[in-house]
């Protein structure tokens, strides 16, 4: 069978890499790679490292407006769509080029796979949690990572096509991560000592569009005790230069270009604490026993806050520099096998079960 897959972002191009395995082992997979990420650190450089195969279709769209961006998505994917004529789409997660890929598929009545299906942070003014529920009510195949999601999934009176498979970024993670401490450098590269730095990432709309937020955390975060590590995402550059907000960032704050995944990983394992609003960074963080503040209001991996391993943090109401005293302090954590593994075999056979049949 022809199946397309759809990329566009990092965190996608992390989870199309055990999928892809497998599905090349029964099917003739294509892969169209939207152009969201169109920084080389972002995009190229995830493509060489992990191996993944090229694209087959680049379509290029950049950065836009939510609105534009996914319109111009929509319509290319649509055009690759008619021209392949696969028999099934695969979207990842929750980013625009999910939901142009869900919509595209859906509306030519293409069969449609959702990877990380049900999950829900029940904030409907993230794009993110818009572009997971449409994706899902679309969707003839939801594979879910947690049974929270599959039960999320039920009380939206979805009842059909729903497999609890597990997280596919666990499996890279688990085999990138012994390539990485072989391989990586970065440590050495920043100067740094493990264990005696923060890690930060931040690029959601809710803490780079509002001004007030960008700057309680740049302001909050430059006050800790640590060198704080952050490598800045492209969007969240733009928003600190738009804003006027350089002077908030301190001596210990060390911004750098975004890095690699292997470099990542060794960045995650190493660090005393991170700081994130991104859902794939809380998972490695929980997977790597290292302790995490959410830098959010709720998140969509609600089970990895169960054993206080992540701890979602309000920066209108909370102190990054006294919750992170707390947090640093925690003993690491082994991971208990809560996302499971194996689980892009899992998807591979529920495809060639259903679909191909």
């Not at 695969?90 to 299906?117: M, P, Q, Y």
């Not at 688990?174 to 440590?187: G, N, T």
């Amino acid at each position: 069978m022809k199946i397309i897959s759809i990329i566009g972002a990092r965190p996608q191009f992390i989870k199309l890499y055990p999928l892809s395995k497998e599905l090349r082992k029964l099917h003739n997979e294509i892969v169209v790679h939207t152009g969201q990420h169109y920084d080389d650190e972002l995009s190229r450089i995830f493509f060489d490292e992990l191996r993944l195969p090229k694209p087959d279709h680049n379509l290029g769209v950049g950065s836009f407006s939510h609105g534009r961006q996914t319109g111009l998505m929509l319509k290319k994917i649509e055009e690759v769509l008619l021209a392949e004529k696969p028999g099934l789409v695969i979207v990842f997660g929750d980013t625009n080029s999910t939901l142009a890929g869900a919509l595209a598929a859906s509306k030519l009545h293409t069969k449609l796979a959702h990877i990380e299906a049900g999950l829900r942070s029940f904030k409907m003014s993230m794009p993110e949690e818009i572009n997971r529920v449409l994706t899902d009510h679309v969707s003839d195949l939801l594979f879910c990572p947690t049974p929270t999601a599959v039960r999320n999934l039920g009380t939206e009176g979805i009842k059909e096509g729903i497999h609890l498979v597990g997280d596919v970024m666990l499996e890279s993670l688990k085999h990138f991560l012994p390539i990485a401490e072989k391989r990586s450098k970065v440590i050495e590269k920043l100067d740094l000592v493990p264990e005696e730095y923060y890690l930060l990432t931040i690029h959601r709309a809710e803490n780079t569009d509002i001004e007030n937020n960008l700057n309680k955390i740049l302001t909050n975060i430059s006050k800790l005790d640590k060198i704080i590590v952050f490598p800045v995402h492209p969007r969240t550059v733009s928003r600190i230069d738009e804003l006027g907000l350089t002077g908030c960032i301190g001596p210990k704050l060390k911004l750098i270009k975004p890095v690699s995944y292997l470099d990542m990983l060794v960045l995650e394992k190493h660090a005393s604490v991170i700081m994130t609003d991104s859902g794939g960074v809380q998972k490695e963080a929980y997977w790597l026993g290292v302790p995490c503040l959410v830098l959010r209001d709720e998140t969509e991996w609600v089970e990895m806050l169960t054993e206080y391993r992540n701890r979602l943090l309000n920066i209108q109401t909370e102190e990054i520099t006294q919750v992170i005293s707390t947090l640093s302090k925690t003993a690491p954590h082994k991971d208990n096998g809560l996302n499971g593994e194996g689980a892009s075999a899992r998807i591979s056979r529920i495809i060639e079960g259903t679909i191909s049949n």
